[in-house]
């Protein structure tokens, strides 16, 4: 696409020229803004999507430096993309914010001691799995000993399981019943030692569904974060590993339960598919226990925009008796979490995520369901700051509790794996 009028053609030198044509398909109609985030709170301009573009191409026509304003505008944005939702020309947002917070590490114009430990964080813990877990270890240890009040980012924290529930799945999980395929599960790097109950909840429910479940060695985190976080060398090599992990397999699809997993690993593994997503199009075995709840069903960023799935999760907890899914307001826009983004941008985080809570409370659910650690982590948070009675689950714990609370079911009181 040629220049718009009123713009230069790209400066080669310039840091963003690479972003420069993807700029291009955006013709400033501001179809985008009203689902912006970071807009609704500010009001400004250049915190909106239709200002970032702007701002990304005039770094790429060389008007103006990459400098700290540009840099923070970038890392102020959530990487929620409702904007791509929204924009009916196609700009695709995620990939040009990804190269352009790429372009400011390379250039080092992100700087200070926030980012620096966010940079060491994911560097030396997120993709190590024993650093991650003795971190989390301590991170339980502090919270039974009531210190984690003194920090402030711990209050983001979940309650840590017990040891017991953080243990790694088994190589491979029999279907039951008829057996009607087999996949690989991708586990990822947090979801074990936070989540490790939903990791094994999501198991269990795709045997339940007839499918073998085969966990491939030597997988690890899917480098999402680091994607995101402008670490692209680093998320490449991560990726490259779980490449070699599933690739050996040949399993019908990779199933996974975390939504910032899927939306990064989908365009670089075939057959990626979100576990709910697998569910509803392959025909849910229907629970016949009966859960008396009210449901909201909150949508993860990187499920519905950045995979597209929005039907099947809802589709599922209708289909558990007993389960009234309750509208709230907005259930598309982000909450806040954003993989790193309540760590490093606390105030417009908690700012989205009151938003959030306001329309939750008005709807008063017994559960809040919802599909990526992030969110889970972040809607719980919320849950106890804003003092909602609601639990937070993800969709396949409410599942499973509706297969074992049939009295017929043969696993009531074992756990199948
Ligand atoms: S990704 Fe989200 S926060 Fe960022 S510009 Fe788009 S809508 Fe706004
Ligand atoms: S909706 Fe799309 S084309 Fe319109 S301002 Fe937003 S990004 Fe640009």
């Not at 997120?126 to 339980?140: D, M, N, Q």
């Not at 995101?228 to 690739?247: P, Q």
């Not at 369901?369 to 003092?387: I, S």
Request: glycine letters at 10%; proline letters at 7%.
């Amino acid at each position: 696409m040629s220049a718009p009028e009123g713009s230069r053609p790209a400066n080669d030198e310039a840091p963003f020229a690479s972003l420069y044509e993807g700029t291009l398909d955006c013709v400033h109609c501001g179809l985008c803004l009203p689902d912006c985030p970071t807009y609704r709170i500010s009001g400004r301009e250049t915190s909106s999507p239709r200002g970032r573009i702007y701002l990304m191409r005039a770094v790429g026509e060389g008007r103006i430096p990459m400098d700290e304003v540009v840099a923070e505008e970038m890392s102020l944005c959530l990487g929620c993309r409702a904007c791509e939702s929204a924009c009916p020309s196609g700009v695709e947002y995620g990939h040009l914010l990804e190269e352009a917070r790429a372009e400011i590490v390379r250039a080092g114009a992100r700087t200070g001691l926030t980012a620096s430990l966010e940079r060491f964080g994911l560097r030396a813990i997120v993709p190590h799995r024993l650093r991650l877990r003795l971190l989390v270890s301590l991170a339980g240890l502090a919270q039974r000993l009531g210190l984690d009040r003194l920090i402030p980012p711990a209050r983001l924290l979940p309650r840590v399981p017990p040891r017991s529930e953080r243990r790694r799945l088994p190589a491979r999980i029999a279907a039951q019943g008829e057996k009607r395929g087999r996949v690989a599960f991708f586990e990822g790097c947090v979801m074990p030692e936070l989540f490790g109950p939903i990791n094994h909840a999501t198991a269990r429910v795709l045997a339940r569904n007839g499918f073998e479940v085969v966990v491939p060695s030597g997988q690890g985190c899917c480098g999402a974060l680091h994607a995101h976080a402008g670490d692209a060398e680093l998320a490449e090599s991560l990726h490259a590993r779980n490449e070699t992990a599933f690739s050996a397999w040949g399993a019908g699809a990779v199933v996974l339960n975390s939504a910032g997993c899927g939306a990064h690993l989908r365009t670089r593994l075939d057959g990626v598919r979100d576990v709910c997503e697998l569910l509803a199009e392959e025909g849910l075995r229907r629970p016949s226990g009966r859960l008396e709840l009210r449901v909201c069903y909150d949508d993860p960023c990187h499920l519905l925009h950045g995979q597209g799935v929005k039907d099947a999760p809802r589709e599922l907890l209708r289909s558990i008796p007993g389960v009234e899914l309750v509208d709230h307001d907005d259930p598309g826009a982000c909450c806040g979490a954003a993989g790193t983004y309540n760590l490093v941008q606390p105030a417009m985080s908690r700012a989205v995520l009151e938003r959030k809570m306001e329309s939750l409370r008005a709807a008063d659910p017994d559960v809040i369901a919802t599909g990526n650690p992030g969110c889970l982590m972040q809607l719980q948070a919320g849950v106890r700051e804003w003092g909602l009675r609601a639990e937070v689950l993800h969709p396949v714990e409410l599942l499973e509790r509706a297969y074992r609370s049939d009295p017929r079911d043969p696993t009531r009181t074992a756990q199948s794996s």
